[in-house]
């Protein structure tokens, strides 16, 4: 005697089994998220050359800073957020408690960036700002995964006349900003996102060689006492 199955039993089956096309794209999924890891460790192993850059960077903030300087720092799209993590990390801190330090991420003054576009044009969004708020002896960072952003070119000239250091996180080298900038570290890799996240490895590494080096500026004699 053939047992037939009830019918809510066959509709309770087929609820948890997934659907044909979710089954096809499981694995092409797998392959994407494998192919993302294996792109950053291939971009990794090259990276590591340049993190005498990344601490040498942390430790000229820590005496421009300590001395009342001020970092200036831009990016656009994924790069703004990097370079807005960078500010926030010496506004506030980065592992331990310390001073809080002037750094102003200045894609991040809405009202400003949109009446400059508005009135002046978007190649002046950041140039106009670093003219305003940038001195002679401070830092202007400027990251950029094409490394030919107009916008960041203008405030590369602007920084570069105001006396400031100006640095680049870019791309692959060369590129304009690179070659327009006092100081930069350039990353090998293939994809944006591969850049972009070494570039937030590199602001971690700055702010440790940053914190580590404050200590012994902060001690030194007639230290930390600049303008502010």
Not at 207 to 227: I, M, N, Q, S, T
Request: charged residues 20%.
């Amino acid at each position: 005697m053939t047992s037939k199955t009830p019918p809510r039993a066959k509709a309770a089956r087929a609820s948890h089994a997934p659907p044909p096309e979710e089954v096809r794209a499981a694995p092409a999924a797998d392959g994407a998220a494998t192919a993302h890891c294996d792109a950053l460790l291939q971009a990794l192993v090259p990276f590591r050359s340049q993190v005498g850059t990344a601490r040498r960077w942390g430790e000229r903030l820590a005496e421009v800073l300590a001395g009342g300087g001020r970092l200036l720092a831009a990016g656009n799209g994924g790069s703004a957020a990097q370079a807005q993590h960078l500010t926030a990390e010496l506004v506030g801190r980065y592992r331990d408690d310390r001073p809080p330090f002037s750094a102003i991420a200045l894609h991040a003054d809405t009202s400003s960036t949109t009446a400059i576009a508005n009135d002046y044009g978007v190649d002046e969004v950041f140039a106009r700002q670093v003219r305003a708020h940038g001195r002679e002896g401070d830092v202007l960072m400027l990251l950029s995964t094409s490394g030919a952003s107009a916008n960041l070119l203008s405030a590369a000239e602007a920084g570069r006349g105001a006396g400031m250091s100006v640095w680049a996180l870019t791309g692959p080298a060369p590129n304009p900003l690179a070659a327009g900038s006092d100081e930069s570290l350039c990353v090998r890799a293939d994809t944006t996102a591969t850049v972009q996240e070494l570039h937030l490895v590199t602001v971690h590494m700055v702010c440790a060689a940053f914190d580590a080096a404050l200590e012994h500026v902060l001690a030194g004699p007639g230290k930390g006492e600049g303008r502010r």
